[in-house]
């Protein structure tokens, strides 16, 4: 038994070896490739190296929102302090219990109008419509029966009248820029059909006029680790992916979209928890199978900055919802994997999110109980598993350091010490503490996910810090 379990423990280690050198090599490249770009990207804008023009596309921005009334004033008011020429502001209330509709209509003056909406993509009937003129643009407010964020974003592309759209999340605040630069792809490629942009935690900023006037990280520990997780998640796959057309992911809180193709290929499905990511697969698979040209961009410095849960429960919540989001998209679309047709997206992308985003989880969790059995029964050398532990959260926390200073430089944010202290000091708290904790919820997220899937799951938010 004790051999039989020696060859076990064997197999275990050169899996490991060879998967965590596989994922090690993949971060190592990316942050190296995404820091770079940030840097070329700095390095032009300080040059004016790049063309100035008058050039625009009408974009309509969408902002679900379910039970959003803390935070739907200040997103909306941050996105009439836009730096765009034609855009409009479209909020779709997905049956909110509180007073989201009345905050928005005692705070724009709004009115009822009787307004025809033509249901292109499927969604629930419409309550009731109201419209503002009063402002700086125009500011429409639908108040719908509940279907979930998906059924919201449909609802919202009948609703949107410029043949662009981009999707905000109720508790995300713009950049004052940012939708200037997201749509920069699109009018440097007509073959453009989505682009996404970054996302920051806001928690702890203060923003005035779509600027951050004033930079801290987060008070709490919790947040502080997100910030980390996010600069090191958005440098570490998307600016690579985005060099061969291969992102499968923008996320829903920020991205761009052209309105007749998503409406040609079903609009959002309302039956995933995934909605952003199940969309952006679809759009691939579509446009490979109508053999439409077609390029999916991210770019680096059209940023939105958004809450993130403060406390670990809301966390749990929404990596779970995260994780079966990403599940059912993988699902929904297995024939991609080692798929010809679909090229690098088939064999880069969809094999990254399935081996080091999907089985991670169980992967890691595996990785942990095999080596209590082997201290169980003595056959494991703990000198070189301590060493083997603290290079990988060194490497790991090091690569996280180089997306966190690089995001801050290239974007010219003022460091306060003490943050970097934070920043130092939690960086690989993040990497061996948060990152199991994060590996369990995310494991054990599909047990019974099918009996919650159309529920938004509801996570504390906070008033955004607007000047």
């Not at 996010?230 to 570490?236: I, N, V």
Request: positive net charge; hydrophobic residues 45%.
């Amino acid at each position: 038994m004790r051999d039989f379990i020696q060859f076990f423990l064997l197999c275990v280690e050169y899996f490991f070896i060879l998967y965590m050198i596989g994922y090690s090599s993949f971060l190592f490249l990316s942050v190296t490739v995404g820091s770079s770009d940030l840097y070329a990207a700095k390095r032009r804008n300080l040059l004016k190296n790049e063309l100035a023009n008058d050039y625009y596309v009408p974009v309509s921005i969408l902002v679900p929102a379910h039970n959003e009334e803390v935070t739907i004033e200040a997103t909306v008011r941050s996105l009439l302090t836009l730096d765009y020429r034609l855009y409009e502001i479209v909020v779709v209330d997905d049956g909110s219990t509180d007073d989201t509709a009345q905050v928005l209509q005692n705070a724009f003056h709004m009115v009822q109008v009787d307004r025809p909406i033509h249901r292109r993509v499927r969604c629930r009937p419409a309550v009731a419509v109201y419209e503002t003129q009063t402002e700086k643009v125009p500011i429409v407010l639908v108040r719908k029966e509940n279907g979930g964020k998906a059924d919201a974003l449909n609802m919202g592309i009948n609703v949107a009248r410029y043949p662009y759209f981009l999707c905000l999340d109720a508790d995300s605040v713009l950049q004052y820029d940012s939708l200037e630069k997201i749509v920069r792809p699109v009018l440097e490629d007509p073959n453009v059909v989505a682009v996404g942009g970054t996302v920051r935690p806001c928690n702890g900023a203060e923003i005035e006029n779509g600027r951050v006037v004033r930079y801290r990280m987060p008070r709490k520990l919790l947040p502080c680790m997100q910030v980390l997780e996010y600069d090191r998640s958005f440098l570490a796959s998307r600016i690579l992916f985005d060099r061969f057309n291969g992102n499968i992911i923008i996320s829903g809180a920020f991205g761009l979209f052209l309105k007749s193709v998503v409406i040609d290929a079903g609009g959002y499905d309302n039956t995933t928890m995934g909605e952003d990511m199940e969309l952006v697969v679809k759009l691939h698979v579509y446009c490979r199978e109508t053999n439409r040209p077609y390029r999916i961009r991210y770019v680096t410095d059209a940023v939105c900055w958004t809450q993130v849960p403060e406390h670990m429960g809301d966390l749990c919540k929404q990596r779970r919802r995260w994780h079966i989001g990403l599940f059912q998209s993988m699902m929904k679309y297995r024939n991609i994997l080692a798929n010809p047709k679909y090229g690098a997206v088939s064999f880069v992308s969809y094999f990254y999110f399935l081996f080091y985003e999907l089985f991670s989880p169980y992967i890691e969790v595996f990785g942990v109980l095999t080596t209590l059995l082997a201290f169980a029964v003595d056959l494991i050398n703990v000198p070189f598993m301590v060493l083997f532990f603290g290079i990988y959260v060194a490497y790991t926390a090091i690569l996280s350091l180089t997306a966190f200073f690089a995001r801050i430089h290239t974007i010219d944010l003022k460091l306060y010490p003490s943050d970097l202290v934070k920043a130092v000091g939690l960086c690989a708290v993040e990497v061996s503490c948060l990152r199991f904790v994060m590996a369990w919820v995310r494991m054990s997220a599909l047990i019974g996910y099918r009996k919650k899937k159309d529920t938004w799951g509801r996570i504390q938010r906070q008033k955004i810090q607007l000047k």
